[in-house]
Nanobody
Framework: QVQLVESGGGLVQAGGSLRLSCAAS????????MAWFRQAPGKGRELVAA???????NYADSVKGRFAISRDNAKNTLYLQMNSLKPEDTAVYYC???????????????WGQGTQVTVSS
């Protein structure tokens, strides 16, 4: 069982930056594939970025070059550094975890409650 708690969301102007954090419970954090998803109003949930237990990363085309996912296994924490934010990045951002099996795009078993990110123009 893994419990995930996101923090770091807020209101920022276009072009600004935010760093999201996701604190995970449990002693096996380092073995999990971790990811950030987002859901904008009226839209489905989409993968933003993922990172495997070995540090391999995967990004949505819309955030490549602007966002960076990282993890600190000693602190059981996942991060998402978001730079050059755009109004279209406005969404609820969710942290997710899964055992390392299959594609990093789907199959996540554990989810946080989400944190709101709002980018004003």
């Amino acid at each position: 069982q893994v419990q995930l708690v996101e923090s770091g969301g807020g209101l920022v102007q276009a072009g600004g930056s935010l760093r999201l954090s996701c604190a995970a419970s449990g002693r096996t954090f380092s073995t999990y594939t971790m990811a950030w998803f987002r859901q904008a109003p009226g839209k489905g949930r989409e993968l933003v970025a993922a990172i495997t237990s070995t540090g391999i990363t995967n990004y949505a085309d819309s955030v490549k070059g602007r966002f960076a996912i990282s993890r600190d296994n000693a602190k059981n924490t996942l991060y998402l550094q978001m730079n050059s934010l755009k109004p279209e990045d406005t969404a609820v951002y969710y942290c997710a975890a899964k055992l390392p099996s299959g594609s990093v795009i789907s199959g996540y078993n554990y989810w946080g409650q989400g944190t709101q990110v709002t980018v004003s123009s």
